[in-house]
């Protein structure tokens, strides 16, 4: 961290930010130039809190050089983490996995019809949701244990893995026997008790970004999950909520990039929360696998016109499988080939 003082800071203040930083555990290089005096402060430690020292008299401006997490940073595997799945598949290594399948699990018809779309299409992963957060409470709210059977029964039949968000503590012994990978979903991005929890657990991991929520704050979401010693975490750019209105949400593609800039751990695309509208879904997909996306999860629908949840951005699954022709054409461009 470096502090640098005010112009005509008195030894006094200079000296109670040393004493400061010194109890803080840090050792403290001091310069001092014609008109500040600059403090680098050098220690292991990364649980502070910048503003306690900005707030110090005489302290003009902090900067903090250390990230705030450890485990999740890419020194610590600077060569990335390739996260294992059953069926030989991966995520983050030279193949780009392709996950789909309808926002809510439904019915067994509506299932099994998309599920054996999506497959026919190049879809590893089937994805949908059993347990659903919805804003109002009188949405449909999922198909709950019935959902995950139906998941698990779609994805034998059409050799399809199977991802379903986990909303609670109490549903994650539920879910195990059920699905390959667990989905923390936006809303719960910062349920730290759940968090805790699925660092418990010997199954990867796909933790959402917050609707509102920083790169830093979802990359300190992972370290609760590392910290509790699963690794097998794949990270999701969902689009988050800025003043923009014409798409549900705003897919923010450079998070991919700063993602693997940040962290080892590889990261996954959604474009359709992250757009919202059905259209705007494959160029947003597009975009992800182009500027590095590990992996993209897209919402697919037999008949999204009756869809009981997220309808509008559902794709027919013949417009899945227009997209993932592009993807194939678009991912050796990047030096990636579609799983
Ligand atoms: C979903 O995947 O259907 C979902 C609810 O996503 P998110 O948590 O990103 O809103
Ligand atoms: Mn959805």
Redesign the pocket.
């Known amino acids: 961290m470096i502090v640098t003082m005010q112009e005509g800071a008195s030894e006094e203040q200079v000296q109670k930010v040393i004493e400061h930083l010194v109890g803080l555990g840090f050792s403290v290089h001091r310069s001092t130039g014609e008109r500040h005096t600059v403090l680098g402060a050098v220690g292991a430690r990364t649980d502070f809190d910048v503003r306690d020292i900005e707030v110090l008299d005489g302290v003009h401006l902090v900067h903090r050089i250390s990230a705030p997490y450890k485990l999740v940073a890419k020194h610590f595997r600077p060569q990335g983490t390739v996260v294992k799945l059953p069926n030989d598949l991966t995520v983050g290594g030279d193949k780009v996995l392709v996950m789909a399948g309808p926002?809510?699990v439904e019915s067994r018809e509506q299932l099994f019809s998309t599920a054996e779309q999506i497959s026919a299409a190049g879809a590893r992963v089937l994805?949908g949701?059993a347990f659903?957060?919805r804003s109002s409470p009188y949405s449909f709210q999922g198909m709950g244990e019935e959902g995950l059977k139906l998941l698990k029964e779609a994805g034998e039949k059409y050799h399809l893995l199977v991802i379903s968000?986990v909303m609670e503590i109490s549903q994650i012994p539920l879910m195990l026997p059920y699905v390959d990978i667990l989905?923390i979903?936006?809303?719960n991005m910062q349920n730290f008790n759940l968090l805790r929890e699925l660092g418990h657990v010997r199954k990867p991991v796909m933790l959402?970004r917050g609707?509102a929520a920083t790169i830093e704050e979802m990359l300190l979401s992972a370290e609760y999950v590392m910290a509790g010693g699963n690794y097998d975490i794949v990270l999701?750019e969902?689009g988050i909520r800025t003043f923009e209105t014409y798409t549900r949400n705003t897919m923010d593609i450079s998070a991919i990039p700063v993602v693997h800039k940040l962290s080892h751990l590889p990261i996954c695309g959604?474009p359709s929360?992250g757009t919202g509208r059905r259209d705007k879904v494959a160029p947003m997909a597009r975009a992800a696998v182009a500027a590095g996306a590990d992996a993209i999860?897209v919402?697919v629908h037999s008949n999204p016109d009756k869809a009981l949840?997220?309808g509008a951005q559902s794709l027919y699954p013949k417009q899945f499988a227009e997209l993932m022709d592009t993807l194939r054409i678009i991912a050796p461009a990047v030096g990636r080939t579609i799983a």
Do not use: M, T, Y
């Open positions: 926002c809510s994805r949701g659903k957060p968000e989905q979903g936006a809303r959402k609707i999701c969902r959604d929360h999860i919402e949840s997220d």
